[in-house]
């Protein structure tokens, strides 16, 4: 696949979710999210051509990526094209400061490159992923330890005309007699108010439907990309429909970064406990 013709399956994917969002329908959008939830550390354009390829892929490496879990790809398989960032580090001080990317080199342009899914591999098992089921568990004080790390100062209390979370700037509050998969679900809706509304100027360029589906959007992903169920919480993602792509791929992206900024959080949370709990095991 040539990097046009990546870029043109990009924009055919945002066109099909700008048209099911138009003609009423919410599923398209639900199972894109789900792919970011998935693919979090991924661009929003890169996951937009991994649910167009392979929606049902969970998890995706590199050729090469996969001989590290002593697993190679199958004879035969496509791999997925993604967009891979082509960096140089020459002529560094001569670049604007968006053109770095950290301190690895300068983005210069894109190229296709492909991954595969775990599926598209044999090998080794691969170790199993410890997310909840239906419950929240250890990821509900992840996230609480993720939220006043932010710097937001997080308080249970009862709210006026019966709210279940509410956010303001620097400051959360949720009810307390909420269950623990309801309290993750308020949590991760208000917290990504603070990251998306109340630290940008987006709050003056959305209205407050906007604001509450971007939201929910986010708390979407964060509770599966945890395993946490989210029946109890729905919401009309068809809100995001605005009358043109421009603007769903402008809520996309942010609900996006938002969503990726709490899912690595809360992960890099677990990921240290876990590590700490082998340590002691090991000792």
């Known amino acids: 696949m040539k990097r046009e013709e990546a870029m043109k399956l990009v924009e055919n994917g945002i066109a099909a979710l700008n048209d099911a969002l138009k003609a009423g329908h919410s599923e398209t959008l639900e199972r894109f999210l789900a792919t970011l939830a998935r693919f979090h550390n991924y661009s929003f354009g890169n996951a937009i051509l991994i649910a167009a390829q392979k929606p049902e892929a969970t998890h995706v490496a590199g050729f090469h990526a996969w001989k590290k879990f002593n697993r190679s790809v199958k004879k035969g398989e496509h791999g997925i094209a993604i967009l891979a960032p082509m960096v140089s580090h020459k002529n560094r001080e001569q670049r604007g400061p968006e053109q770095r990317d950290g301190d690895s080199g300068l983005i210069f342009g894109f190229k296709v490159a492909y ?3 775990v599926t598209q591999t044999e090998g080794e098992p691969m170790p199993e992923f410890a997310n909840a089921i239906g419950e929240p568990g250890d990821w509900l004080s992840h996230l609480q330890e993720s939220i006043r790390e932010a710097g937001i ?3 249970y209390e009862f709210l006026p005309r019966g709210a279940l979370g509410c956010s303001m700037p620097g400051k959360i509050r949720v009810r307390p007699d ?9 949590l991760a809706h208000e917290f990504a108010h ?3 509304h109340q630290r940008t100027e987006r709050r ?4 407050q439907r906007i604001r509450e589906t971007e939201a929910e959007a986010v708390a979407y992903a964060v509770c599966l990309s945890c395993g946490i169920d989210t029946t109890t919480r729905s919401a009309d993602y068809i809100q995001l429909y605005r009358g ?3 603007t769903l791929r402008e809520s996309l992206t942010f609900v996006q970064k938002a969503a990726t900024e709490i899912i690595t959080a809360i992960r890099a949370k677990h990921d240290g406990m876990a590590r700490e709990v082998n340590s002691t095991l090991a000792a």
């Not at 909420?178 to 308020?186: E, H, N």
Request: charged residues 40%; aromatic residues 8%.
């Open 115 to 117: 991954v595969f899914d």
């Open 153 to 155: 100062d997080l308080e």
């Open 178 to 186: 909420l269950d623990p998969g309801k309290t993750f679900a308020v």
């Open 194 to 196: 603070e990251l998306l």
């Open 204 to 207: 003056k360029e959305t209205n």
């Open 244 to 246: 043109n792509e421009e």
